[in-house]
């Protein structure tokens, strides 16, 4: 990754394209439509809120973040989706009850003005799901040039100059990349003999790339997460990003395991279990749609605690992660952890989490700040895997062979440094030594 030399101004109108239409993606466009109309604030949004500091302690500069970088304002997004049911964004936020009735209501035009384009839907990968809003196209190949047809159409139609793409659509069942994944003329000759191991969403991804529009993957499948995706995306200059938001467990689990590990606290046992009645947790009751999200959330604390290098910590660890689709609690979601932790001289001690979120208010302020960065990565020249944005993933994507970094606060610091390296600043080590010369 190269610092820019310039990085190109966010003029004109930025098409933000959400293959699927549901909880997620309509919290996601109220909010904006609210924030920007005055009625409601972007909590939770680092670009819209976050401040950073530049240099010296002692010279108090911490711009906004969204003043310091050339960030598309809210005002020239313009929301796109696709998704396998024909519903619009006010049918939807409506029914997934995240929002209240005078939020949605507020909006109720620009949310009637989302209406999805038809999507692409092999039903093997989404099981619980049967679409009716589906393109019907013999090849995957032929699904791809749809998809770019309708990406084209839609920037032309809104009269966009650039476009990012964040999945919101469901979890697919687990697969890992095959032959057909491994370059990108392997994969191209898959699309064409309809390969069964390419899923619905690298159809997406690969039809993003093709249109060079950024693409991010909100699930934990591996939508753009294989060898062929990555190789296109540095071809075209496109960048790249995911898997899964982490937004309510996994982020209290990579802030409090990161504390324990730093005061070398010892953890025998860590059992996550959530109860959640929305779409998603109905897609995630199907086996192999669970197995998806399981991994993606049990990776982080091997990752953090590095059993190998600290056996006596951690070497013993168990760890297990449960999912419970249980309708009454809609997108209110509650996340239980129990930790069985020890501290000096082996004593047993325990932390127990109870968060009683909201998974799509949690998820929205990511997609709209991905949204947002992405397409900055982009006009900063930025191609492939954005390994910087991994503080907002559960399962983060990097070059092969490098080990991910799971650590919120690593994370962050290492998103604020990549902030500042790109506009030409200085990063922060926080060493701070020459206070003290
Ligand atoms: N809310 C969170 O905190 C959170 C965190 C991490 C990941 N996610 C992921 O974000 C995604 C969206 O979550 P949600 O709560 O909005 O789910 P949802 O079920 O409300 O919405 C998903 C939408 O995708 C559509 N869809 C499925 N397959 C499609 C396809 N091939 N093409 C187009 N549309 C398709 C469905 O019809 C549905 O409308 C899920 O994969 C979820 O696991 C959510």
Redesign the pocket.
């Known amino acids: 990754m190269k610092r820019p030399t310039r990085i190109e101004n966010a003029d004109g109108k930025l098409a933000v394209l959400l ?7 309509t919290t996601t466009m109220a909010g904006v439509f609210l924030a920007r109309r005055g009625l409601a604030r972007p909590i939770g949004s680092l670009t819209q809120l976050g401040t950073i500091r530049l240099g010296r302690r002692t010279s108090r500069r911490a711009p906004p973040i969204r003043e310091l970088l050339p960030l598309a304002p809210l005002d020239s997004i313009e929301f796109g989706a ?4 024909p519903d619009d964004a006010y049918d ?1 936020a409506e029914s ?1 009850k995240v929002l209240e009735r005078d939020h949605i209501d507020a909006v109720r035009d620009e949310l009637r003005g989302v209406v999805p384009m038809k ?3 092999y039903p093997e990968w ?1 099981k619980r ?1 049967s ?1 009716t809003h589906v393109k019907s196209h013999p090849s995957k190949a032929q699904m791809v040039e749809a998809l770019r047809e309708d990406i084209r159409s839609f920037v032309r139609a809104r009269g966009c100059s650039r476009a990012v793409a964040v999945w ?4 697919e069942v687990h697969s890992t990349p095959s032959a057909a994944h491994a370059s990108i003329g392997e994969f191209e000759a898959g699309l064409a003999r309809n390969d069964p191991a390419i899923a ?2 690298q159809i ?1 991804a690969w039809a993003c790339l093709k249109e060079k529009v950024p693409f991010v993957n ?3 499948h591996l939508g753009c997460d294989f060898p062929a995706a990555a190789q296109l995306a540095r071809e075209n200059g496109v960048p790249i990003a995911g898997k ?2 982490k ?2 467990q996994t982020l209290m689990k990579t802030a409090i395991a990161p504390a324990l590990k730093a005061r070398m606290l010892g953890v025998r046992g860590w059992f996550s279990t959530n109860i959640l009645g ?3 947790g109905e ?2 009751d199907d086996p192999g749609s669970f197995k998806s ?1 399981e991994e993606s959330k049990k990776c982080a604390l091997d990752w953090i605690f590095e059993p190998d290098k600290y056996q006596e910590l951690y070497r013993d660890l168990f760890h297990k992660v449960r999912i419970e689709y249980y309708p009454p609690r809609g ?1 209110a979601k509650e996340g239980w952890d129990n930790i069985d932790l020890f501290g000096w001289l082996g004593y047993p001690m325990q932390l127990k989490i109870d968060f009683l979120c909201r ?2 208010i ?2 929205a302020p990511v997609v709209l700040d991905l949204a947002l960065l992405m397409d900055l990565a982009k006009r900063a020249g930025f191609s492939g895997t954005q390994e910087w944005l991994s503080f907002y993933f ?1 399962s983060p994507m990097t070059a092969p062979g490098l080990y991910p970094e799971h650590d919120l606060f690593i994370q962050l610091m290492k998103m604020k440094n990549t902030m500042r390296w790109m506009i030409g600043e200085e990063p922060i080590t926080h060493l701070g030594n020459e206070y003290y010369d």
């Open positions: 293959p699927g239409l549901g909880a997620v993606a696709w998704d396998i049911f939807v997934a999507g692409v839907f989404v799901l679409g919101c659509g469901s979890t619905s969403s997406y909100g699930a934990p899964d938001f937004t309510g929305n779409r998603d897609v995630l999200k997108d998974d799509s949690l998820a559960k």
